[in-house]
């Protein structure tokens, strides 16, 4: 089982930035890809941005693209995403997860992740 604890999350301005981090611990082997995802108040959990293990290949949302960077920190065994121009829309609980199945960029499914961290709540006011 892979443990992941995400920190970072806070109440900031429109146009502001955050950076969230997920610290990864246990069971990593075979660990193909990592993920974060978010979840607004009464909608779908949805896909934000993904990275494959060796930290060489990213995908993006559409709604977050050009805005947010995910990297893995591998001397910390950390996944970040680096979040500017903050919107409102942008207001949810972020979680990281897990994949151990081989991953695409293309695959933004939450059923390819099967391990999840507790959330982090993101806050972006006008």
């Known amino acids: 089982q892979v443990q992941l604890v995400e920190s970072g999350g806070g109440l900031v301005q429109a146009g502001g930035s955050l950076r969230l981090s997920c610290a990864t611990s246990?069971?990593?082997?075979?660990?193909?890809?990592m993920a974060w995802f978010r979840q607004a108040p009464e909608k779908e959990r949805e896909f934000v941005a993904a990275i494959n293990w060796s930290g060489d290949t990213t995908s993006y949302a559409g709604a977050v693209k050009g805005r947010f960077t995910v990297s893995r920190d591998k001397s910390k065994n950390t996944v970040d995403l680096q979040m500017n121009s903050l919107k409102p829309e942008d207001t949810a609980v972020y979680y990281c997860?897990?994949?151990?199945?081989?991953?695409?960029?293309?695959?933004?499914?939450?059923?390819?992740?099967?391990?999840w961290g507790q959330g982090t709540q993101v806050t972006v006011s006008q």
């Open positions: 997860a897990a994949a151990r199945v081989a991953w695409v960029p293309a695959d933004t499914r939450q059923s390819s992740f099967d391990s």
């Open positions: 246990g069971r990593t082997f075979g660990v193909k890809a």
